[in-house]
């Protein structure tokens, strides 16, 4: 009998085969872990898009509602795209509702001189996105995204997309751009 034979018959297979698979186990579950762990979103708060029309005194009451209606269309979009491809986990803005009115009923939120950081600390999120969309005329618009990080300030993420007409389809395809853009960039996304 070989000093091999000795050890496996005094301490038997299924014991040493039950180690081997326990190590393995713990191995395994250790790894699921570690990348679930790294793998989880930031999270962050996406608010409501502004519009910024160059000629407003020039526009109908009707088509001021209708762009309106629009950036609440896309803010929705945008939450929803960026949350459903896991770029950030979107929070909730309602619990911050009451300030994000008083800033806005003072100043738009994109050029608030960090006010939207304050909204983003009252969430309790990493991340802060403003959007605007800038309307030159009804040909010529651009919807805007910048994302900073909460606790320092600094612009992680800031693109422009230009839309041709002013459409429900048009400002769908600018959000959606957005998006890939925010997709694509490994800095600010992930």
């Given at each position: 009998?070989?000093?091999?034979d000795s050890l496996f018959?005094r301490?038997g297979?299924r014991?040493i085969?039950?180690?081997?698979?326990?190590?393995?186990?713990?191995?395994?579950?250790?790894c699921?872990v570690?990348v679930?762990?790294?793998?989880?979103?930031?999270t962050?708060?996406?608010?409501?898009?502004a519009v910024?029309d160059?000629?407003a005194?020039?526009?109908?009451?009707a088509a001021?509602?209708?762009?309106?209606?629009?950036?609440?269309m896309i803010?929705?979009r945008?939450?929803?795209?960026v949350d459903?491809r896991?770029?950030?986990?979107v929070?909730?803005?309602?619990?911050?509702?009451?300030l994000?009115?008083?800033?806005?009923?003072a100043?738009?939120?994109?050029?608030?001189?960090g006010c939207?950081?304050?909204?983003?600390?009252r969430?309790g999120?990493?991340r802060?996105?403003v959007?605007w969309?800038?309307?030159?005329s009804?040909?010529?618009?651009?919807?805007?995204l910048?994302?900073?990080?909460t606790?320092?300030?600094q612009?992680l993420?800031?693109?422009?997309?230009?839309?041709?007409?002013?459409?429900?389809?048009?400002w769908?395809r600018?959000?959606d751009?957005?998006?890939g853009?925010l997709?694509?960039?490994?800095?600010?996304?992930?």
């Amino acid at each position: 009998m070989t000093v091999r034979d000795s050890l496996f018959s005094r301490i038997g297979w299924r014991r040493i085969l039950r180690a081997v698979l326990h190590a393995l186990a713990a191995g395994a579950a250790l790894c699921t872990v570690s990348v679930t762990v790294f793998a989880a979103p930031r999270t962050a708060a996406l608010l409501d898009c502004a519009v910024i029309d160059d000629n407003a005194q020039y526009s109908e009451s009707a088509a001021a509602q209708a762009e309106q209606a629009r950036a609440a269309m896309i803010s929705e979009r945008l939450r929803s795209q960026v949350d459903g491809r896991g770029l950030y986990k979107v929070a909730d803005n309602r619990p911050a509702a009451s300030l994000i009115d008083g800033f806005k009923a003072a100043q738009d939120l994109n050029a608030c001189n960090g006010c939207e950081l304050e909204i983003g600390r009252r969430l309790g999120v990493q991340r802060v996105g403003v959007c605007w969309v800038q309307k030159v005329s009804n040909l010529i618009l651009n919807i805007n995204l910048r994302i900073e990080d909460t606790a320092s300030g600094q612009v992680l993420f800031q693109r422009s997309v230009d839309m041709r007409g002013n459409t429900d389809q048009s400002w769908r395809r600018g959000a959606d751009a957005l998006v890939g853009l925010l997709a694509a960039d490994p800095d600010a996304a992930h």
